[in-house]
């Protein structure tokens, strides 16, 4: 029973929302939009009060030239200040606030430092002990120029800090330390 139901009480929503909506035409129809309060004055009703249709429609001012006229050409453009005093777009209607340029400025970036010198460009060829005295033989990559060093002596802006069986230590001025192996 309950299944059956459903479709009639649906047919029966449908048929109610029919007759109202007949009922309201046949009212308007009938009354023209007008209604009658109990003292038998005439009122309109909500549906009749349109401005826009009531009101008479504006007209362009046309001009003797044949243009149309422009109500803004006689302003002064500075009567208009408030636009730029009150912008129409900030929520605030307030100009934004002037920059302070009383603000400290920020401290001045120093400068990079400059680049460390590139190591020697030289390759440790072999090294001869005599006793106490080392001495290392060094080539030059850039001109293929051998050269003969011992601790002390200085190359560019290396200077040679130890002489080993295998290998020299070159310390730069800065302190900066650079090894030069013998390849195997």
Do not use: C
């Not at 010198?117 to 290392?136: C, F, H, S």
Request: charged residues 25%; positive net charge.
């Amino acid at each position: 029973m309950t299944k059956n139901r459903a479709p009639w009480l649906i047919l029966i929503a449908l048929a109610m929302g029919l007759l109202l909506w007949l009922d309201r035409g046949a009212r308007q129809a009938g009354n023209e939009g007008k209604s009658r309060s109990s003292n038998g004055v005439v009122m309109l009703s909500p549906i009749d009060r349109n401005p826009a249709r009531d009101a008479p429609a504006a007209r362009p001012i046309h001009l003797p030239d044949g243009g149309l006229d422009n109500p803004l050409a006689e302003l002064d453009i500075e009567s208009l200040s408030a636009t730029v005093e009150r912008p129409l777009f900030a929520p605030s209607r307030r100009p934004a606030p002037a920059p302070d340029l009383t603000a400290a400025a920020p401290p001045p970036i120093a400068p990079p430092a400059p680049p460390p010198p590139a190591p020697p460009n030289y390759t440790l060829l072999g090294v001869i002990k005599d006793g106490g005295r080392a001495v290392a033989l060094l080539r030059n990559r850039d001109d293929g120029r051998n050269i003969r060093v011992e601790a002390g002596d200085v190359i560019g802006t290396w200077e040679i800090a130890n002489v080993r069986a295998a290998a020299v230590s070159l310390r730069r001025a800065d302190g900066a330390l650079h090894e030069l192996r013998l390849a195997k």
